[in-house]
Nanobody
Framework: QVQLVESGGGLVQAGGSLRLSCAVS????????LAWFRQAPGKEREFVAA????GGTYVPDSRFTVSRDNAKHTMDLQMNGLKPEDTAVYYC???????????????WGQGTQVTVSS
C-alpha cells in the first residue's frame, strides 16, 4: 500500500521561504513520478511542480524548486519569495508519469497547510 506524508508547512511572512517534504512508502519508489499540488480556500486544486524518476523537473514558477531522494524515498519542495497568494494546502502525489493533471496521480498525501502573511 502506498502512503505519502507531507511535512514542513506553517506560517511565514511574505518574502520568506519554506521547504516542504513528502515521505513516501512505496515499492519501486524510484520508478514513479511525483508532484506537488495546492488548493487554496474556495479554489480548485492546482499543479505546482513535478519530478520524473530520473530527476527531471517541471516547475512553472521560478520561485519554487522540486527535488527527490530516491534512497530516502522523499521529495522536497523549496519555496522562496513566498506571497500571500501562495497560501494553500499543499499536497504531494505519486503517479506513473509526470503530468499537470490530477487524474494522472494515483496516490495522494493528506496535505500540509502553508500560510503566508502580508
Amino acid at each position: 500500500q502506498v502512503q505519502l506524508v507531507e511535512s514542513g508547512g506553517g506560517l511565514v511572512q511574505a518574502g520568506g521561504s519554506l521547504r516542504l517534504s513528502c515521505a513516501v512508502s512505496a515499492r519501486a519508489f524510484s520508478n514513479y513520478a511525483l508532484a506537488w499540488f495546492r488548493q487554496a480556500p474556495g479554489k480548485e486544486r492546482e499543479f505546482v511542480a513535478a519530478i520524473n524518476p530520473s530527476g527531471g523537473t517541471y516547475v512553472p514558477d521560478s520561485r519554487f524548486t522540486v527535488s527527490r531522494d530516491n534512497a530516502k524515498h522523499t521529495m522536497d519542495l523549496q519555496m522562496n519569495g513566498l506571497k500571500p497568494e501562495d497560501t494553500a494546502v499543499y499536497y504531494c502525489a505519486l503517479g506513473a508519469v509526470v503530468s499537470r493533471t490530477e487524474r494522472q496521480y494515483t496516490s495522494w498525501g493528506q496535505g500540509t497547510q502553508v500560510t503566508v502573511s502580508s
